[in-house]
């Protein structure tokens, strides 16, 4: 399995990740601000279809990630573990819950049981967790020890049979489409069936047998970590007693082979021994000699210098006895998050903080989101290039919302900012244009600007318009805007993403847009519209609604952006960016 890199970077405008849609209920705005709602106040919407089971804290803590230290807010659509990556989380609580502290991983079952349960059985039901680059039988493995690591009920029958579905012959493939089935797979596949109590069929047990003497007999040293130590890890009581001095011999082998290989296959092989009934053998073999060249960071075990902790060696860090103490990444409830959702994440801190803000709930975020902000997402953009934007639009809002040292931000270099206003067609150039007009950035006004030309109708080219008028004062420049919002508006107050040309489905009311919308004519919300759309509810839980075709309306971004203008800030632009 190739590493897997845990840093953010750049984004397109319109690469939005997403939250789950949870529930924001038992609070209510009431003139102009939020309220708490008694039992009492909840009891009258049960004709809303919004049973008010969630209370707002849940919807906010769903999304939050942190390890203890430092946190951050995710976004994601449908379930929640669409911001989930198997891989991370499997390797992740295996090494806090086998690290000799037994750190817990507080992962909550039940949200956990969502979206792993459809994978492990390969179920085409619900939203699943990343599982990018991994084959068919490492998904299978990983999920049934996360299952049992947090305990997930499953069914091994059912489990079982997909196993042998990679079958062929008394050897398994890694997934369907492996025409090559190996003795390294077939380890799996026994190690897999054996953790959920079912036996492997007796030919491959045996088939396993005789390849492993043969293998022993030859001796290949390419055979030796791929082949050989998994087949021996997976011998049964049987074969170990039967061939007891054989073992005992390569054993030695293998420990008189440790200073040849790379920290990588020394490590791994270590640990899969000591997983296996054979781990007692190796418990005299030094730490100098197992963990000779590993790179140990206060973050686990990493590949190179500079590079971010690997879940997976670090797991086989702690089980091969070289790591005990380590700060994993921040995860959340329901599991470490994927790498599009960490990449995303300054954009949802900024959403999620302000909605804790409009809950008075910024407290509780602030000390570990400062700290991710000054340990991670600054000292990112002061090694970018000195003329990308990156997060620096997400960054600079968050230095606002947590009254951050506004110093620590680095002084850059903002591009072409009047390439971006001649740019009448992209969209790319937004961060760009907000940061130049967040930093209070004046340009001159062109010549003429020409406010007939047919520029479509989508919300952000709206946007774009409107902040080149802020640049640069030119008139033409708000004609512009206004036309565009004239072709969104559904007139009740609320406004579309976009129109299409012959699209007949445009008629949803998009809460993000009419957020944006009222920054554009620099006025509040209009909170009621958006309930009768049913694109909010009655408690402002925006977005993520069966009726809400838009995929950049996930509930974080959607509620944030509808919180921000209904407090009646029109200075900030009601999305991060």
Partial sequence: M???KTIFGRRSVLAWASLAAVLFAGFIWIDGKIEQRTAADQSVDVDSGNPMEQHPQELLRSAWATNGTVGFFVDVSGSRGNAISLYETAWWSRSLTKSPNRRSHNLDRSTVQEWLLPILYGSSDGELADTAGMPELAVIDSAIELAINTGVA???GKVARRIESLRTGSMYRSDMKDNAPSWGNTAVAMKALRSIRVEPPAAVVSAAEKALMTS???RKPDDLVDQVIPLMAVMDEDARRRHSTEVAEQLSHIKS?????????????????RNSPLGPETT????????????????????????AADSRLTANAVDAGCLSEFEPPPWMQSGWPSLQSVTSSPQAS????????ALSMTEEYRKPLTAQLTQTWLPALQSAKPDGVGNLVSVNALIGLLNADSKALPSRKLGDVHAAIQDDKGLQGIPLLLSA????????????VDSDVDLGANIFVAAREELKFRLTGSEGYRARATSVLQKLAIGDGTFRFEVKPGNTETNHASPIATAIAAWITQSKVDVESLRGSGACTQDLLCGGLPQNTMAVDTPLLAT???LTSATGDTKSFPLAL
């Fill in 216 to 218: 022993l007999d030859v």
């Fill in 350 to 357: 900024v959403a999620g903080l302000r909605i804790a803000k």
């Fill in 154 to 156: 499953i069914d091994s």
């Fill in 257 to 273: 082979e440790l200073p040849s290989m790379s920290a990588l296959d020394r490590v791994t092989s270590v640990a899969m021994i």
């Fill in 284 to 307: 005299a073999w030094p730490s100098s000699l197992v963990c000779k060249d590993l790179l140990v960071t206060p973050q686990g075990a990493a590949f190179t210098k500079g590079r």
């Fill in 2 to 4: 190739a590493a897997r």
């Fill in 560 to 562: 944030s952006a509808v």
């Fill in 437 to 448: 007009w967040a930093e209070g950035a004046r340009l001159s006004p062109p010549a003429s």
